[in-house]
């Protein structure tokens, strides 16, 4: 049975259409979010990372913060679930959000402290 053997036109044709297919992508933004408490406690947080996975982590303390690239089609928001196990009362909870260093979006949230958790706070 006859085996093709690849020339160099044939590799060179390869690298060059990979190539291509690269320069035709959109520009990435570096999105960053950041979370500051004003007390210790800990919880989770939810977000879609550069494929648009969600992706769910834990952290404990007063703040918490990621940076990633996307593309402009790309959605991308960030969910805190907050425990209060120590029942800490007019507290406040701030989500930042900014795009390639420039602050897109801050929301502040009032925490009552009455339950032993605090639902989803989200920005987008």
């Known amino acids: 049975m006859p085996t093709k053997k690849n020339s160099v036109m044939d590799i060179f044709n390869t ?28 919880g989770q947080v939810k977000y879609l990372d550069d494929t648009e996975r969600p992706i769910i982590k834990e952290f404990t303390g007063s703040s918490w913060s990621i940076s990633y690239l996307k593309g402009k089609s790309i959605k991308s ?5 907050l425990y209060n196990h120590h029942h800490k009362k007019e507290q406040v909870l701030t989500l930042t959000k900014k795009l390639n260093g420039e602050l897109i979006e801050q929301k502040s949230f009032a925490i009552d402290g009455e339950k032993n958790y605090e639902g989803w706070f989200k920005i987008e």
């Not at 320069?23 to 800990?42: C, G, W």
């Not at 928001?77 to 679930?81: A, K, M, N, W």
């Open 15 to 42: 690298i060059n259409r990979s190539f291509k297919n690269t320069q035709n992508q959109e520009p990435l933004d570096e999105i960053s979010y950041f979370l500051q408490i004003s007390f210790e406690t800990y």
């Open 77 to 81: 928001y960030l969910s805190i679930f």
